[in-house]
């Protein structure tokens, strides 16, 4: 069955570091695949989404390229602020759209001052 | 953006005792609400998907006498859990599929922490 596994957490750095939070997938066909974001006490969030290969989801800095041949779909930032900090969600979709999303186990990210 | 609510934001009971959970879409109207169920630490993990004005359809493993999900208007989907007993203590997430001509997006509700004593 399709299934998420992202990078053990938690995750601690300092503001201004460079972020990388892995994300692979294994899926039948064609997924579409994205990233939500839970800051404390909020429901989550999308951040961005990708739903072909090679493509770019971008948002608030934040960036992953969904590329087929690794079946990844990694989140990256060039320096991350303290609000930043929250737990963040890999996610995807076998079907068109958003629809029956299969999650990641999640990965809590918090940036010291 | 869109916002989807949920009531109660957090439900104490007693083993035996039935307990509804309400998700409403605010600004948009919802054909499709999914709910969520995660355990600490855990994914979230898809329990059933509601459809306005049909029955749910559940994954595999969920019981569906147990968790009845009545989905009856474009803004509201309602989750009871039946008989609930210590087991089902977890944190139960909606979220509504918003539709336009350009985007599709699931927007999610901040979720409900039920205790089951």
């Known amino acids: 069955g399709n299934s998420v596994t992202q990078m053990e957490g938690p995750v601690t750095l300092s503001e201004e570091a460079f972020l990388t939070i892995n994300c692979t997938y294994t899926?039948?066909?064609?997924?579409?695949l994205f990233w939500y974001v839970q800051y404390p006490g909020e429901g989550l969030q999308l951040l961005l989404k990708?739903?072909?290969?090679?493509d770019k989801g971008s948002n608030k800095g934040f960036e992953a390229t969904y590329r087929k041949e690794t079946t990844s779909f990694h989140l990256e930032k060039g320096s991350v602020q303290v609000s930043d900090s929250a737990v963040y969600f890999c996610?995807?979709?076998?079907?068109?759209?958003?629809?029956?999303?299969?999650f990641g186990q999640g990965t809590r990210l918090t940036i010291n001052p | 953006g869109a916002v989807v609510s949920q009531h109660p934001s957090r439900v104490i009971c007693k083993s035996g005792t039935s307990v509804k959970i309400e998700c409403r879409s605010l600004d948009f109207q919802a054909t499709t609400m999914f709910w969520y169920r995660q355990f600490p630490k855990k994914s979230l993990m898809l329990m059933a998907t509601?459809?306005?004005?049909?029955?749910?359809?559940?994954e595999q493993g969920v019981e569906k006498d147990k968790f009845l999900i009545n989905h009856a208007s474009l803004t509201l989907s309602t989750l009871t859990v039946t008989s609930a007993h210590p087991e089902d203590s977890s944190f139960y997430i909606c979220?509504?599929?918003?539709?336009?001509?350009?985007?599709?997006?699931?927007?999610f509700g901040p979720g409900t922490r039920l205790t089951v004593l």
């Open positions: 899926a039948t066909g064609y997924p579409s």
């Open positions: 979220s509504a599929r918003a539709i336009g001509r350009y985007t599709d997006t699931q927007y």
């Open positions: 996610a995807l979709s076998s079907f068109q759209g958003a629809q029956k999303l299969v």
């Open positions: 509601s459809n306005e004005g049909s029955k749910a359809t559940y």
């Open positions: 990708a739903t072909k290969a090679d």
